[in-house]
């Protein structure tokens, strides 16, 4: 079955760095979690994995801490302190909406199409984000790994949980996905999305995205909705 854009009965849409624009606070708060592990700034430890922290956005955050820190215990201890630092920054102000995502989302929306917001964050740091934004009540479902049985991206599970939940779509062929990283396109391959699309705003650019298997590249989010309506 061959769909087209105008056929995208859902839109799942990522949040930091595709929806949410939040200057590297994902760096930040991943410095404050390394110290409590003790892994100091400047040293040959912090600087790999800060790599590995870099090329593995959009994964589950907890997903990234048990391969950095190995044992369920210490990543555990690292991701509470990772949220709890990300979620204090976000409390400080330091995220704002990427240029044109409300409008892309009201505009969607308007469009007839359902849209889903999801995050590789847990719960309360996307509750964080929504509430820091205003954006409580925007879309009808909001996800984090915990709600889609606890995997995150790379895996298609809470592509494919929106689309049980929202039964927006009579088909994944007429699911879009939409992110700034490969791990929200793979994602989106995974769960059989018709439309893939990776955008610029965010962690990864565009052999990452075609690499993953997108079926477009977009400046921003900004662009969806006349690609949704045939204009792309």
Known sequence: MTTTTTDIRLVVLDMAGTTVADGGLVERAFDTAAREL????GTDDHA???AYVRATMGESKISVFRHLFGDEDRAQRANAAFEKAYGELVDGGLIAPVPGARETIEELTAQG???VLTTGFARVTQDA????????????LTLCPA???GRGR???DMVLEAFLRTKAAESVAQVAVVGDTSYDVLSGVRAGAGLVAGVRTGAHGDDAFRAAGATHVLDSV???PALLQGAG
């Open 38 to 41: 003790g892994v100091e700034p």
């Open 48 to 50: 790999e994995k800060l």
């Open 113 to 115: 199409r359902t849209v």
């Open 129 to 140: 984000i929504l509430g820091a934004l205003g954006w409580q009540g925007l879309v009808p």
């Open 147 to 149: 709600d889609a049985g």
């Open 154 to 156: 790379p895996y298609p």
């Open 222 to 224: 900004a662009d969806l």
